[in-house]
């Protein structure tokens, strides 16, 4: 089901509101909002207990809040990857394998507990994981979009691998699809977007990092008005058993945009999961085996801003495990979503500028596991 429920969060402190008959089975569903989370909020996808945790501590330790969704039908159900718009709205990518089933949630800025979904999208059986959202603004009106990085079963393998892009305001079919075999995608993953637009994407499978330029789409024109067409005389009846000729024709989906990469990126990347910028254009990539070890080993991937061969930070001291995750926050500082050798789910805090096998200066836990990370705006 979709639904829009439009609350006023400026200076709310943390507030309960009991909507009645939106839950799964009709009861009651509790929406809680606030309190206000400075910028740059870290927030971790919990996908083994379907919610998003947020911290707000800068010591580490457990998450401050939870957000949960009750479990209701189209809610947060083995959340992946998170986005923000410029309103702070949360967006994160579901999949659950059991069902075989994938989505998108949004969930407004500052919510906490057991809220109602803003809006969702569902992906029936394609598998969606990074999402990255921007804005543009034209004469006056920004509009948000998130792309996402997908793989879509019911299509030919050449176009099953997928950057699919959203107007994030409506949440409904993508706007424009890219895929072919021109692309080189190959189990898309992270999904980070520079300031101009350009779109960076982890190919697990692949062991690259592709850069795309798409063309954002712009508003569909109003039509041309068309002139009444004249009256077409009664057509004669088609005899019993005969078809009508000609059959009627369905109308085709889009057509992919079968682009190639502007630029690939593929020294010291083995099997790499995310993908971020920070505000000098540096890419950061989270990577399960890495080439720069040998045998390869985890490791954070820093390419310096036009460069093709990276820094990196790896090796025991990091205790980088599995990560899955990677962001910047505005004072460099580098969060990494991981697992420890156990399963917990964890989050390490690097340095800013930090290189090498260098030890985490902060580390978070989580009471599932993490895999996508996100900083509020």
Known sequence: MLRR???GLAGLAATAITVAGCASGGANQTLSVGPS?????????NATQNGISIYTSASGGGPSYQISTGGSGGGLNGPQYLAFDNSADIFSTNWQPSLKAGG???????????????NTFSYGTTHPRGIAGYSTTTSGTTTNFLV???????QPATFSNQLQLFNAGVLGAAIETVAGPNTGLNVPSGVAV???????VTNLQGASVEEFTIPTPSPTPSPTATASPTATPTPTATPTGATASPSPTPSPTATPVNIPPVKTLTTDIGQPTGVALDGSGNLYVSDQASTACSPACPAILVFASGSTTPTFIAGSNTKLFSPTDVKVDSSGKIYVADSTSSGA??????????????????TFTSPGTVIGLGLAP
């Open 345 to 362: 789910g964890v989050i390490y805090v690097f340095a800013a500028g930090a290189t090498g096998n260098v030890a985490p200066a902060t």
């Open 194 to 200: 520079d300031a101009n637009h350009n779109i960076y």
């Open 148 to 154: 996402t990085a997908v793989v879509d079963p019911t």
């Open 104 to 118: 998108i949630v949004e969930i407004k800025a500052q919510a906490t507990g057991n809220v109602i979904p803003f």
């Open 5 to 7: 429920l439009a609350i």
């Open 37 to 45: 989370f400075a910028p740059q909020s870290l927030y971790a996808t």
